[in-house]
C-alpha cells in the first residue's frame, strides 16, 4: 500500500462523525457607516497611505513624472497610458531594480486596508513584491465592509495567482520593534477613485 | 534528553532576560486582544471558526481527495508522505532530478517538525531559510524558539552580533532597522539567484485545489515567483472546505497572532506559472493517529497563530527551546506527546492549567482540557518519572476520599504555620523560585459553613 492510501484509510478509519457546515451569514458581520473613511484609516494605520482623487489626471501625471527620472518604473493600467507588457517575462535578475509598480486592484478591504489584485493586473507575479514602491489603484465603490464580502466579490479559482496586499512589507522579528521594508514593497500607496 | 523542567532552569538562570521575554510575549499578547476586542463579533466568529473545523476533521477524507484532484487538474504535482523521512526523501528526490543547488525557505513549522533542513545538510544541500527570523536562528544554528516570532528568545545585541560575524555589519550596531536592512540586501541575492522556492502552506481550499500563504514579510512571493521549482509542504489538517471560508480565518490568524488586522501578504496560489513546476507534498506523520485520539484530535483545528503561547505564563517564562521540540508552548504540549510519547511525557506537567491558552484561542481547542488529559494518559502508561508519580497517586488517593482531604488540609495549614521549613527547603522542588502565600487560619470550606452554610 502506498503512502496515499495508507494516509486516506487511516483518516476515513479514524475521523469522527459527520457534523454539518455551518452557515456564513454576511449581514450579521460589522458593517461601516463610511467605508471609504475606515479603509483608509486602516491604510495608515499600517503604514500605508491613501490618497483620494477625482480623476486619474493626477496619476497619469505621477506616472510620466516618474518615468521621466529615468528610473525603472512598471504601469500596468491602461488608463494611465502605456501599458509595460514586456515586464511579464522578465526574471528576477531583470526586475531586480524594479523602483515603482503602479497596479490597479479589484476589491478594497475597509476592515483591514487590504486590496486583491489578480496575477493579470499585475503582470507578472514578481512586479508587486520586488518593487522598491507599490502603487495600487481601486474605485472607492469597490471597497467593501470585512473579507467575507470580499471573497464574494472575487474568485480565487479565476487566474492562477492573486492576492491580498495590506500596507508595505514589514518585520518585528528583532526584538519586536517594528521595522518597514523586509523583503517587499518598501512604500505602498493605496489611490482611490472617488 | 534533558527534560522541560531542567531546561527552563537554565533560562531563568538570566532573571532581566527572562522578565524581558515575559512581557514582551505579554505585550504581543496585549495587541492581540486590542483586536479582537476591537472587532464586533468575535465570539461568533470563533465559533463560526471552531464548526468549520470540526465539520472538516469529520469529512478530511473526503476533501483531501477533492483536494488532490482539483490541484491536479491545476497542473500541481501531489505526493503524499507518511512520516517526515518521506517528506524529506520526496523534497530530495525533486532536488536531485532538477539538480538543483540553490534552495530558499519560507516559514514553514511542517519542516521544521520534519527536520527537512538537517537532512538536505546531510546530504550535502543547504537551504537558506528567508523569514528574517528564520534566518537569524539558522546562523546561531539553533532552533526557532517561537511558531511566528522564531527569534523571540534573542536581543538585537544578540542579532548584531550574529550578523556582525555572518552579513560583516558593523560591530556594535543594534538598530533594528539596519539589521533589517542588511538582511534584506543579503536576502535579495538568495531570492534572485534560487532554483527551488519552499514554502508552507497556511490554508489549502477543496473547492479549488488552491492554496493560500499568508506572511508580512513577502518572503514567501519572493521565494516562490522567482524560482524554477515550488513546492509547498502541508500537514493535512491545513484543508479547508470552501475558498469563503478563507474569510473566517484570514480574520482571525493575524489578529490572533500579532494583532494585525491581516497579513501584508495573503498570497492565493492555484497553478504553476508559465514554465514553473509546481508540488505540494501533504505529510501525515502522526497526524491520522490524533485524529483516533478521540480526547485529542481537536488539536487538529489549530491554524498556529500562536496565541497560546503568548498568554502562556508557562512559556512565558520559560522560552521555546525548553519545550526540547519543535512546536513549542500548550500547542507543542498537546501534540508532541502523539508523536513520542516517551521523549514528550514532561510536556502536559509544564503548564498551570489556568486555561487561559483555550480562552485566546481562535478555533476552541480546549488545550488546557487536553494537557490535563495527557496527564492521565502518560501516567497510565508509565512514563512518568517517580518523584511526580508517587505525588501524583498520593493526591490522587486524598483527592479521592472527601474527609482524607479535609484532614490533610488542616495538618498542613498547622505544618505551614507551625514549623515553615518543612515546606521551605531545598528538598522541595516545587518551593524553587517561589515564596509560600500565608497560610490561612480557615480552609474554605470551613469558612463557607461558617458563614454561609447555615
Ligand atoms: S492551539 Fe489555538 S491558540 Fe494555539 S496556535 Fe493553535 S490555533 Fe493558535
Known amino acids: 500500500m502506498n503512502a496515499r492510501e495508507k494516509i486516506l484509510n487511516a483518516i476515513a478509519a479514524n475521523q469522527p462523525e459527520a457534523v454539518p457546515l455551518p452557515v456564513i451569514d454576511k449581514d450579521t458581520v460589522i458593517s461601516y457607516n463610511d467605508v471609504g473613511m475606515q479603509f483608509n484609516t486602516m491604510l495608515e494605520s499600517i503604514g500605508g497611505k491613501a490618497v483620494c482623487i477625482q480623476d486619474l489626471q493626477v496619476l497619469k501625471e505621477s506616472v510620466n513624472a516618474d518615468k521621466a527620472t529615468g528610473k525603472f518604473i512598471v504601469n500596468t493600467i491602461e488608463a494611465l497610458g502605456e501599458v509595460d507588457e514586456y515586464v511579464s517575462s522578465l526574471s528576477a535578475a531583470q526586475l531586480e531594480k524594479l523602483e515603482k509598480a503602479y497596479i490597479k486592484g479589484t476589491v478594497g478591504v475597509a476592515e483591514n486596508g487590504a486590496v486583491w489584485i489578480y496575477e493579470s493586473q499585475m503582470l507578472n507575479r514578481l512586479v508587486p513584491f520586488i518593487c522598491q514602491h507599490l502603487v495600487l489603484v481601486i474605485d472607492k465603490k469597490d471597497i467593501v465592509p470585512t473579507m467575507h464580502h470580499a471573497y464574494a466579490k472575487i474568485d480565487t479559482a479565476q487566474e492562477g495567482f492573486g492576492v491580498f496586499i495590506a500596507g508595505p512589507s514589514k518585520t518585528a522579528d528583532i526584538e519586536q520593534s517594528l521595522v518597514i521594508g523586509a523583503h517587499g514593497a518598501r512604500s505602498a500607496t493605496v489611490y482611490i477613485i472617488e | 534528553m534533558a527534560k522541560h523542567a ?107 517538525e520534519c527536520h527537512l533542513n538537517e537532512y538536505l545538510l546531510h546530504q550535502g544541500i543547504e537551504v537558506v531559510d528567508t523569514d528574517l527570523g528564520e534566518r537569524i536562528v539558522q546562523f546561531r544554528k539553533e532552533p526557532p524558539s517561537h511558531i511566528v516570532l522564531p527569534a523571540i528568545h534573542l536581543k538585537k545585541q544578540d542579532v548584531s552580533e550574529t550578523f556582525h560575524k555572518y552579513l560583516q555589519t558593523e560591530k556594535g550596531n543594534n538598530d533594528p532597522q539596519y539589521l533589517t536592512e542588511a538582511a534584506r540586501q543579503h536576502l535579495r541575492d538568495k531570492f534572485i539567484q534560487s532554483e527551488l522556492a519552499i514554502t508552507g502552506v497556511n490554508f489549502a481550499v477543496a473547492e479549488t485545489g488552491g492554496f493560500v500563504v499568508c506572511t508580512n514579510e513577502g518572503n514567501a512571493d519572493m521565494g516562490a515567483h522567482t524560482a524554477a521549482v515550488h513546492i509547498a509542504c502541508m500537514g493535512f489538517e491545513k484543508i479547508i472546505p470552501k475558498a469563503e471560508h478563507l474569510a473566517v480565518f484570514l480574520r ?203
Open chain 2, 6 to 112: 531542567a531546561l527552563s532552569e537554565k533560562f531563568i538562570a538570566d532573571e532581566p532576560r527572562t522578565d524581558w521575554h515575559d512581557e514582551t510575549l505579554w505585550f504581543v499578547r496585549q495587541k492581540r486582544d486590542k483586536a479582537a476586542h476591537g472587532l464586533p463579533g468575535w465570539e461568533q466568529l470563533r465559533e463560526l471558526a471552531s464548526q468549520i473545523k470540526n465539520h472538516t476533521l469529520s469529512n478530511l477524507e473526503k476533501y483531501l481527495r477533492q483536494f488532490e484532484q482539483q490541484a491536479k487538474a491545476n497542473g500541481i504535482t501531489v505526493h503524499w508522505a507518511a512520516d517526515g523521512d518521506e517528506h524529506n526523501k520526496i523534497i530530495h528526490d525533486i532536488i536531485r532530478k532538477h539538480n538543483i543547488e540553490k534552495i530558499v525557505k519560507s516559514k514553514s513549522m511542517l519542516t521544521e
Open chain 2, 252 to 454: 482571525l490568524l493575524a489578529r490572533s497572532a500579532t494583532g494585525q488586522a491581516i497579513t501584508t501578504y495573503s498570497s492565493h496560489f492555484l497553478k504553476a506559472r508559465r514554465g514553473q513546476e509546481m508540488h505540494i507534498v501533504i505529510v501525515d506523520n502522526g497526524r491520522s493517529k490524533q485524529l483516533g485520539r478521540k480526547d485529542f484530535r481537536n488539536s487538529l483545528k489549530c491554524i498556529r497563530c500562536a496565541a497560546c503561547f503568548n498568554t502562556c505564563p508557562v512559556y512565558r517564562r520559560s522560552g521555546g527551546h525548553s519545550y526540547h521540540t519543535a512546536v513549542a508552548g500548550p500547542l507543542g504540549s498537546i501534540i508532541n506527546p502523539n508523536m513520542d510519547m516517551k521523549a514528550n511525557a514532561d510536556l502536559p506537567f509544564a503548564s498551570t492549567l489556568c486555561g487561559s491558552c483555550s480562552n485566546v484561542c481562535p478555533v476552541k481547542i480546549d488545550i488546557h482540557e487536553q494537557l490535563w488529559k495527557w496527564r492521565q494518559v502518560v501516567v497510565a502508561e508509565g512514563y512518568v518519572d517517580a518523584s511526580k508519580k508517587t505525588g501524583m497517586r498520593g493526591m490522587a488517593y486524598i483527592l479521592a476520599k472527601p474527609g482524607m482531604y479535609r484532614f490533610a488540609g488542616k495538618m498542613g495549614r498547622w505544618v505551614m504555620r507551625t514549623f515553615p521549613f518543612m515546606i521551605n527547603n531545598k528538598l522541595n522542588a516545587w518551593y524553587k523560585q517561589r515564596e509560600m502565600p500565608e497560610v490561612p487560619k480557615q480552609s474554605f470550606r470551613d469558612w463557607y459553613l461558617k458563614n454561609r452554610g447555615k
